[in-house]
């Protein structure tokens, strides 16, 4: 069986104080069996966080990464930065950074590589835009933005792909648990193609407005193995039941 993940994208929020009672929550609750929970935060608070957290059972990942190893990159993060922090993984390609800062789809791909060879587990996040689906290019544009990865990189490299529509990302509509798997079920076959054996072991995670409420359908599909959880990600209590109903499926 796959490994389960689910991992918190916190985005631009939070404060040191909200780092602490975050933390101080989570570990009142129960600790999951088998899957592996992930925080992603802003690079000021990983450190803090991975004092924090580890402890706890949680591996910390940046929200995002520099694909050069050190320069003249000013204000930039490199892997090995990431690295040396405590970080085991780092997202890369989510589509605010692709939309809001211009990142291609070689950047990514740049990024990605960065990320392993530094020794982080890169979650590349791959989604269309609600114009996108309705024209039906869904899978036209998710293996575009996959093929450029693959291109770089081996799949059993990778620490998941993450599958985001992008039309469902902070929206509340979160896509339904069939139209995620047959998605997710395209991604597995086109890593397949490059490695079959890969393939079958690597997690492949929705993201779209996972909630407590909505987690256990969509991580009960064949081919959903976690969850990348924005807003959700904020509360240690709903996050918390999210990586429980990920932990339930044994
Ligand atoms: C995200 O930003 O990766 C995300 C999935 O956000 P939300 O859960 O808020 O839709």
């Known amino acids: 069986m796959r490994e389960k993940i689910v991992v918190a994208n916190w985005k631009m929020n939070g404060s040191l104080k909200h780092c602490r009672e975050w933390a101080a929550g989570f570990a009142e609750l129960p600790k999951p069996q088998q899957a592996r929970t992930v925080v992603c ?31 003249a990159y000013t204000g930039e993060i490199s892997a090995g930065m990431l690295a040396d922090v405590g970080c085991r993984w780092c ?4 589509s605010e950074r692709r939309q809001l800062f211009g990142e291609t789809d070689n950047r990514v791909a740049m990024k990605a590589l960065a990320a392993v060879k530094a020794g982080l587990r890169p979650i590349v996040c791959v989604g269309e835009t609600l114009a996108e689906r309705e024209s039906g290019a869904t899978e036209r544009v998710i293996l575009r933005q996959l093929t450029a990865v693959l291109s770089v990189l081996s799949p059993k490299d990778l620490g998941a792909i993450a599958y985001e529509p992008v039309w469902a990302i902070g929206t509340g509509k979160s896509a339904t648990p069939n139209v995620a798997q047959a998605v997710h079920s395209a991604i597995r076959q086109r ?37 990348l959880v924005g807003g959700a990600a904020l509360d240690p209590v709903s996050f918390h039941a999210i990586v429980m109903a990920a932990d339930a499926l044994r």
């Open 41 to 71: 935060a802003p690079f000021v608070y990983l450190t803090e966080i991975g004092r924090l957290m580890m402890p706890i059972g949680i591996e910390i990942g940046a929200e995002d990464v520099n694909e050069n190893p050190s320069g």
């Open 91 to 94: 997202i890369v390609g989510h």
């Open 191 to 227: 890593v397949a193609q490059v490695n079959a054996e890969a393939a079958q072991t690597l997690p492949i995670l929705y993201g779209g407005s996972v909630k407590p409420e909505s987690a256990a359908s969509l991580f009960a599909q064949a081919d959903i193995d976690g969850g």
